[in-house]
């Protein structure tokens, strides 16, 4: 049945009095990326409006989602499509790999050169300069870890060691059983035979022993104030 012409252009007004219906909105893939944008900024509008979150505001979310999606495949296929390789282009040969510790003298000695520069000087810090600083740095580890191991064994914490209960109670147990060697017993005994003088010395013998008995010792002079002689009583 064919509708009449008149009737086909009039079918999408609008009766007075009614609202017209609100146009459907075209497939994020089918907009361009100028929409992309508008689209993106209506809605982020919207998301950040005092409106409650409803299943709308859940919608708008998974939009903005997939038009960050978009956006970014697109950035990264106009960066493909700007990229072109050809056979002359230069490869280059991949950098050789270097140990963190080689890197790290390399760095260092680096460092040293320009300090030498800037100081205005043209020194350059040669190989053999260098094997010796590194041999001296070596020789300072080896008598750092040696100072350690012998601290270690007379039972000292090294530094940065926390010992256990038992640890630190068998150190004080080694300690106090610990038997003198031969130099610390002659150590211990050098004042011995000047002791045994002065107990051979008669001068000595009566030293302090009043004063210990409560007796102490009083020069005669100086009781002259207190014992007087009788004048009288003396005969010829």
């Known amino acids: 049945m064919n509708l009449p ?12 009095g009614f609202l017209p219906s609100k146009p459907l909105d ?28 409803t299943e709308s505001h859940q919608r708008f979310l998974r939009e903005q989602a997939a038009i960050e999606n978009i956006l970014g495949m697109e950035h990264l296929q106009n960066g493909l499509d700007r990229t072109h390789i050809t056979e002359d282009d230069p490869m280059g040969e991949p950098a050789a790999v270097l140990s963190r510790t080689v890197d790290t003298k390399r760095r260092i000695l680096g460092r040293y050169h320009n300090n030498l ?62 038997k003198p060697s031969e130099s610390d017993e ?4 050098w004042n ?6 002065d107990e051979n010395d008669p001068s000595t013998w009566f030293e302090e022993e009043d004063e210990t008995q409560g007796q102490p010792l ?19």
């Open 5 to 16: 012409i008149s009737y086909r252009k009039d079918r999408h007004v609008v009766p007075p």
């Open 26 to 53: 075209k497939p994020l893939e089918q907009l361009s990326k100028r929409e992309l944008n508008d689209r993106y900024l209506r809605n982020r509008d919207i998301l950040n409006g005092p409106g409650p979150s």
């Open 117 to 178: 520069q800037q100081r205005g000087t043209t020194v350059a810090l040669g190989l053999d300069e260098a094997i010796a600083l590194e041999q001296k740095a070596h020789i300072v580890e080896m008598e750092r870890k040696k100072q350690e191991e012998e601290k270690r064994q007379r039972g000292l914490p090294r530094p940065g060691e926390m010992l256990t209960y038992e640890e630190r109670a068998a150190m004080i147990w080694s300690y106090m059983n610990a």
């Open 186 to 189: 002659e150590d211990a005994h």
């Open 192 to 197: 011995d035979s000047d002791e045994d003088e």
């Open 218 to 236: 009083i020069d005669p002079d100086e009781l002259i104030d207190i014992i007087r002689l009788d004048e009288s009583h003396w005969h010829d």
